[in-house]
């Protein structure tokens, strides 16, 4: 389904829950027992063809019998294995450090007092991960059939960067996911939504082996159901939100609930964009791990960034809109719910939001025990990343001897195409697109139309916000399709973080018929109906004469049309069909195998502004053939 | 890939727009020519293409393995035109090298070479100095299999570019099929830089490293192995990569290795990649090891279920309940029905109550091996009362006859390959034409008991047949046939006076059994008993004075005279009792009188007309008296009633051929045969006819291949009357101790005699009278006459009583040895040789008229 469509079916239900509440509940409700009924029937259906064989079999006489008896147990057993395979889908339990009781029993007295108070399920476990982030967990035992266990997991980054109260708020508002205030019905489909989130993720995969034949009769009912159901939970979802982030505030007062949510949203831009990065980065030069990383993040993120840049990430924090992919409401809409709009911090205090704050709830919190868990968290990260690191290390020393033999011929570099970019390549890979800007520029400076480098140079400015990246990406585009996604996906990025929802549509209108012509085109093979609509040719004179001097040396030929397809206007180029007529052979009807052997002929002397299909009277698109024919003004060709 | 059984399936015919191209099999891994075509693929039925099931471009098909890719043609067409138009328009809008490159990869991707050669042309020209471009189109050479033309774009890459991975790599391998081994090190020497395998494949690397192992420069080879394993540590693991590894440390002589220590991974064997040129050794022991254990896990189980499931069947014919007790098994209540068990091997208490009480050990068991050859059961037999009948059954186009096994006696009895269990067999098997296979069924015996008496006995198995018969004599004390079949049993095994004995209990029976007193009384004159027999019957009449009682007394009387007058005394007191006529008629019989004889075998055949002895004696009556008619009419009557009567057709024969009507009688004979009775029967009487019309030599054919008991006594005969005594002898050898006829001794000894051979004459005399002794008064009275060399007492003579034929045989050897009362022994033993039966011809040849010396010419 594409995002346009899943953007009205979202807007219908965020109306209909605004006129009713009760009325939304009970719709997913019923897509819920269709989702069970759906998945189970598909199931079944499989089971009662392998019991039907088997049932026959029994009123048959051997061999006849023997056949139908293995074909059913056959089935059956495909049948019990892909179930498995759907419904006992084993998701990943969250990585990191466990925490016990006793290693933080302060934390753990928030947890009970926040699990009284909200009549929460408790937590089944509480990790530490090194995600700038809380998050709950819910891995269902019976995969699609739900019984779920809730995993608490809190990033130590998030925990350096937040107070002991802040932390309140967040586990205050996780533990609203968990509790009755969402109403029985509420929280089983808000987790509901999740299991089957995932689930019907790993559905959607490229098939298994194991799952390939229950696919074929799932899918097509996923492919209806879940858009609607996921549509209609969302709207449940974010309000859900809305209402945990009502409790944070309830509980942990609206200062703190309000000041984590702007910390984090600070902090993990920090964190992603500069320190993991930079750390990273050290690997072209190191062939070994750094040692007390989460001591480095603690400190980078007690230094934070400079004020500018702190400004810039403020803004873009507030100016970020909701977005249809992501539950969680943009940080302006949850201040607003807080009532905290007025209180938005002004710019140029904008530094103390960064960072951490002293003492975090890391220090406050894990004290005892957080130089352990730096430490284990450090094992554990190091071990992740000792293969990455050290290939990362590997790859840039051949790229230094690469850029060293390409350096050798530097005085080309300015003139010479390839090797500029090259060089861009290689320093892209190396040391990130910065550093190659002004090689991109030496390259675009050569050939401005070239689509690789338009998109890293337009990536590269993105990243600095200026406004001349969009020029860049939407000249890549138009040379290179095959960079539509990409870049597309680049602007959508950032156009969300400055809150420009006009070009978040465009784009994203972009990115559906981009995804749609390819899904066409990848199903269906043929690109050619009769219900297709046909166009004008609109070529020149010169076009044409130039077309007539090809196809006159072909002495078979009678007659020729010429038409466009209609394409979406998304579509850049443009498609033409021509469709020949061959002289007519005594008792013989038009030849298929005769039209695609000129077809090859011209298929390299024709040339039209966009990609041309040839067809004929004969084969495939005979019924195109003719519906072209009884067009008027299409035949561009006849031999006299 | 379309496939065919039995010529039904799938199958491409056709072949347009074909072109091929040399190139690696990506499924074989063959440098083979590899072909493209336009086709249609059919369902065909026996190659007869039936249903089209779509046009299809075949992609690289190797002609090695046939291995290919498919598409549908018309998408395959459709996807060719719009991406080589696509990027024609693509090109001619922005004429850049990589658009270029763009146009002639679609067309290669397509297969459309002879275009891409055109536009590669164009782009050698017009992009000479482009060194991309000029690496791209080595590369597509090279991929065409044009390795000179691919060798020039490459020297011009590399002439602008020598830092370009591609033209670097191209020459290299170039270098390395000259045997430049150094110069393509120098090519490739980026590739040996550390962290060369994050950019770049080392394959060439390692064929470079390779080469210089082949030129057996070990050093430069270990060097690079050793880069390789640096770069890339899961090489190490690769069987194939290791033993080059090794081949090269071997040549060097060094002990420590650079590859690290293979790991063991379960999964590894079975999903390995598969090395060049097939399957890995490993991975091909290890898939036919788990076959192997699947194959002995499954014979492990299969063994396990015989093993738990083997077949205890329970049958009583005691005519008794009883209650059959098996350790760990419910008791069993066994009436007449046939109960099946299904234990597991072991050993099992068994306890029998009720009837045939008995306490036993089961063992059911067999080895391991034996489990899969076998079809074993076990029979509890209660009281031993059953009689089992084995019958090994071989179906083939000729089979041999049916071998058939007694089993009785015993309360357990075990069979080791039985297939149908208390089953019958099937009529017929379908089975090939050179085939043979054997069947066994084991059943209760449910026929007369006499059959199987006999035929146990037949098979040497007289104590089980004696057995057999004492035990169900008791019970059926009227059948005649079963007192018979004692008999014979109790000659066979010599145990007369354990007959006697059993006999005499049952003498008390009630109503009386005839057959059973005569029985006894035969065995007690055959052990010299007369004069006690008589006065044991002598109470019996006193104290129950019945006519079958007198009767019997007179059949031990030691007078004829006597006889005659209990067995007159018989008829009064019950004038309904054949026996009693017969007795007399038979008396009159042995005397050749025939008139007297005849109203007596009248009377006994018509009170009893089923009784084909009864039948037969009167025929002979009529026969000896001439009235051949009548014994023809009443023959066929009987044959009306009974087609299968050998009495009867006997005796049509003997009427056919007494009227010198041999035409008719052979006719008869035939047409029996052709009357679908009983092959059996219709052999019979073939055989009687040949003998009794004197036609020896068909019969010795006739009988020469039989190996059953008839066939021997029949080509016995056929020998003797032909002089051949020594052959006859081993036919139906004399001391054989199944052999209790004596008249068949005698008949061996005339005919020995006849032919002049004094010692088997003498040694089968001796053992006839023998014989003679055992069977009775009378044939002890005429046992006597080969004891005296005084002149024979004709009046005695006459009173010995025996079957006429019988004493036609003794008279006839008497008159031989009583030269001086030649004619009258001979003249009486003419009179009493009636039957044809053997040895009617040697009795006839013994005693035939000499001529008078002067009518000798």
Request: proline share 5%; aromatic share 8%; hydrophobic share 40%.
């Amino acid at each position: 389904m594409t995002r346009e469509k899943f953007d009205r079916l979202v807007k219908e239900a965020e109306a209909g829950a605004a006129q009713d509440d009760r009325a939304l509940r009970w719709r997913i409700l019923r897509l819920a027992i269709i989702g069970y009924v759906g998945l189970i029937g598909a199931l079944s259906a499989v089971f009662i063809f392998g019991l039907s064989l088997i049932f026959v079999g029994c009123f048959l006489t051997p061999p006849n019998s023997g056949i139908l008896f293995s074909l059913g147990g056959l089935v059956l057993l495909a049948g019990v294995w892909n179930a498995m395979g759907v419904f006992w889908i084993r998701l990943k339990p969250p990585e990191g450090i466990a925490l016990h009781r006793d290693d933080a029993p302060a934390l753990y007295a928030i947890l009970d007092e926040l699990q009284r108070a909200l009549k929460a399920a408790p937590f089944r476990k509480v990790v530490v991960s090194d995600a700038c982030n809380a998050s709950v967990y819910e891995l269902p035992r019976l995969g699609v059939l739900g019984w779920p266990s809730h995993h608490l997991v809190l990033g130590l980054p998030l925990l350096e960067t937040i107070s002991a109260e802040e932390l309140r708020a967040v586990l205050a508002h996780e533990f609203a996911h968990l509790s009755k205030r969402h109403g029985r019905a509420g929280t089983w489909i808000y987790r509901l939504r999740r299991s089957w989130e995932q689930i019907f993720r790993r559905l959607n995969e490229a098939p298994s082996q194991q799952r390939a034949f229950t696919r074929v009769l799932l899918i097509r009912f996923v492919d209806w159901f879940w858009p609607r159901f996921n549509a209609n939970a969302f709207v449940l979802s974010r309000a859900q939100e809305f209402e945990a982030d009502s409790v944070a505030t309830h509980l942990a007062g609206a200062h703190h609930a309000a000041n984590a949510l702007l910390r984090i949203e600070l902090n993990s831009r920090l964190l992603g964009e500069r320190f993991w990065p930079e750390l990273w980065r050290t690997a072209n030069e190191d062939a070994n791990l750094p040692s007390d990383v989460f001591l480095r993040l603690r400190d980078a993120l007690r230094a934070g960034v400079p004020s500018a840049t702190a400004a810039q990430w403020m803004e873009e924090a507030f100016l970020a809109v909701n977005s249809n992919q992501d539950t969680h409401p943009c940080l302006a809409a949850r201040w607003t719910a807080m009532g905290r709009n007025r209180q938005r911090p002004a710019s140029g205090v904008s530094t103390s939001w960064m960072g951490a704050v002293e003492p975090s709830a890391a220090e406050t919190l894990l004290s005892p025990m957080l130089n352990r868990i730096r430490l284990d968290l450090e094992r554990r990260w190091r071990k992740d990343a000792e293969k990455p690191w050290r290939d990362m290390h590997a790859k840039a020393q051949s790229l230094k001897a690469r850029l060293e033999t390409i350096d050798l011929a530097r005085d080309r570099v300015e003139t010479d195409l390839e090797i500029a970019w090259d060089k861009a390549l290689t320093i892209i890979d190396l040391q990130g697109d910065l550093a190659a800007e002004p090689v991109l520029r030496q390259v675009l400076a050569l050939r401005p139309s070239h689509p690789g480098a338009n998109f890293y140079l337009g990536r590269h400015l993105l990243s600095l916000a200026d406004d001349q990246a969009v020029l860049h990406f939407t000249r890549a585009m138009e040379e290179d399709e095959s960079l539509t996604l990409p870049a597309s996906e680049a602007l959508l990025g950032y156009y969300r973080r400055v809150g420009n929802t006009d070009k978040i549509r465009e784009i994203e209108a972009r990115l559906d018929t981009h995804e749609t012509a390819s899904r066409t085109a990848e199903q269906r093979g043929m690109i050619l109906s009769r219900a297709d609509t046909f166009l004008p040719h609109l070529l020149t004179d010169e076009q044409l004469d130039s077309l007539c001097g090809v196809l006159c040396r072909h002495l078979d030929l009678v007659s020729a049309d010429l038409v466009r397809k209609e394409l979406p206007p998304s579509m850049r180029r443009q498609l033409f069909v021509l469709s020949l007529h061959t002289r007519r052979r005594f008792l013989r009807g038009p030849d298929a195998d005769e039209i695609t052997a000129i077809a090859n002929r011209l298929l390299t002397t024709v040339k039209l502004p966009g990609r041309v299909l040839i067809i004929g009277p004969a084969g495939t698109y005979r019924a195109v053939a003719r519906k072209i024919a009884a067009l008027d003004n299409v035949e561009v060709y006849r031999r006299v | 890939m379309p496939s065919t059984y039995n010529g039904i399936g799938t199958h491409y015919y056709g072949n347009r727009n074909a072109e091929s191209r040399t190139g690696v099999c990506q499924s074989c891994g063959r440098s083979v020519g590899l072909k493209s075509y336009n086709t249609r693929l059919w369902f065909v039925v026996f190659f007869v293409p039936i249903i089209p099931l779509g046009r299809k471009r075949i992609i690289d098909q190797c002609p090695s393995c046939s291995r290919h890719y498919v598409y549908d043609l018309d998408k395959w067409e459709t996807a060719k035109q719009l991406s080589i138009s696509g990027a024609m328009d693509a090109y001619h809008a922005s004429p850049t090298p990589e658009a270029a490159i763009d146009v002639h990869r679609q067309l290669l991707a397509f297969h459309e070479v002879a275009q891409a050669d055109e536009i590669g042309r164009v782009m050698t020209e017009k992009y000479h100095d482009q060194a991309k471009v000029q690496a791209y189109l080595a590369d597509a050479m090279m991929h065409l299999g044009r390795i000179q033309e691919a060798q020039a774009h490459y020297t011009r890459a590399y002439e602008l570019r020598p830092d370009l991975p591609e033209p670097r790599i191209g020459l290299a391998r170039r270098r390395v099929l000259e045997g430049k081994l150094d110069e393509a090190r120098q090519l490739l020497d980026f590739l040996e830089k550390p962290g060369a395998a994050q950019l770049y494949s080392l394959g060439p690397l390692e064929h470079l490293a390779n080469a210089y192992q082949a030129a057996r420069r070990h050093e430069e080879a270990l060097h690079l192995y050793r880069i390789l394993l640096e770069e890339l540590p899961p090489i190490a693991q690769i069987k194939s990569f290791r033993k080059t590894v090794q081949r090269s440390e071997k040549a060097l002589g060094r002990k420590e290795t650079v590859l690290p220590r293979k790991e063991f991974s379960l999964k590894g064997i079975f999903s390995g990649s598969r090395p060049p040129g097939g399957t890995s050794l490993l991975r091909k022991f290890a898939v036919g090891a788990a076959i192997i254990v699947l194959i002995c896990a499954g014979f492990a189980i299969g063994n396990e279920y015989i093993r738990r499931h083997r077949h205890v069947y329970i049958v009583n014919a005691t005519g008794k309940p009883a209650n059959v007790e098996l350790t760990g098994q419910p008791t069993l209540q066994s009436g007449g029905a046939l109960q099946e068990l299904t234990l597991p091997e072991g050993e099992y208490h068994v306890a029998i109550r009720g009837a045939a009480p008995e306490e036993f050990l089961l063992k059911i068991g067999s080895d391991y091996f034996d489990r899969w050859a076998g079809d074993p059961i076990w029979v509890i037999n209660v009281g031993g009362a059953a009689v089992l009948v084995e019958q090994q059954v071989t179906y083939a186009r000729n089979p041999p006859p049916a071998e058939v096994t007694w089993a009785t006696g015993n309360t357990l009895e075990y069979f080791p390959k039985v297939t149908h269990p208390f089953q019958n067999l099937p009529e017929s098997l379908q089975m090939k034409s050179h085939e043979q296979r054997v069947l066994t069924s084991l059943n209760v015996f449910r026929g007369p008991m006499s059959g199987a008496v006999f035929s146990l006995s037949a098979k040497g198995q007289a104590a089980k047949a004696l057995k057999v018969a004492e035990e169900h004599l008791p019970r059926t004390p009227q059948d005649e046939l079963l007192v018979q079949a004692y008999l014979d049993a109790a000659s066979a095994q010599n145990e007369l006076s354990r007959a006697e004995s059993f006999l005499r209990k049952g003498l008390n029976l009630r109503p009386l059994a005839m057959q059973w007193h005569r029985a006894y009384q035969s065995l007690a004159m055959a052990a010299g008993r007369e004069d006690s027999l008589a006065n044991e019957y002598d109470m019996m009449v006193k104290a129950e004075p019945s006519a079958e009682l007198h009767y019997l007394r007179g059949r031990a009387s030691g007078s004829p005279a006597e006889a005659e007058s209990f067995f007159a005394r018989a008829r009064e007191l019950n004038p309904s009792l054949p026996q009693a006529y017969f007795a007399s008629a038979y008396s009159a019989m042995s005397r050749a009188d025939w008139v007297a004889a005849l109203p007596l075998a009248e009377k006994a055949a018509a009170l009893k007309p089923k009784d084909d002895h009864y039948f037969e004696s009167l025929c002979e009556v009529k026969l000896a008296l001439g009235r051949f008619a009548e014994v023809e009419s009443e023959a066929q009557a009987r044959l009306k009633r009974l087609p299968a009567d050998v009495a009867g057709g006997r005796m049509l024969c003997e009427a056919y051929l007494a009227q010198n009507r041999n035409k008719e009688a052979e006719a008869f004979v035939g047409s029996y045969a052709r009357s679908g009775e009983t092959e059996e029967f219709a052999t019979y009487l073939r055989r009687y006819y040949l003998y009794a019309s004197g036609d020896f030599a068909r019969l010795q054919k006739d009988a020469r291949m039989d190996r059953s008991n008839m066939g021997r006594n029949t080509l016995a005969w056929a020998l003797l009357e032909q002089g051949e005594i020594e052959q006859a002898c081993r036919v139906c050898p004399l001391d054989e101790k199944a052999m209790s006829d004596p008249y068949y001794c005698l008949a061996i000894s005339l005919a020995a005699k006849l032919a002049g051979q004094t010692s088997t004459e003498q040694h089968a005399l001796q053992r006839g009278l023998e014989l003679l002794k055992r069977s009775g008064s009378g044939a002890g009275q005429a046992a006597k006459l080969f004891q005296t060399e005084a002149p024979l007492n004709m009046a005695e003579i006459e009173s010995i009583e025996l079957p006429a034929r019988g004493k036609s045989l003794i008279l006839a050897l008497a008159a031989i040895r009583h030269s001086d009362q030649r004619e009258l022994l001979a003249g009486a033993a003419r009179r009493l040789n009636v039957s044809r039966a053997f040895p009617y011809h040697l009795i006839q040849q013994a005693t035939k008229p000499v001529p008078s010396p002067d009518i000798v010419p």
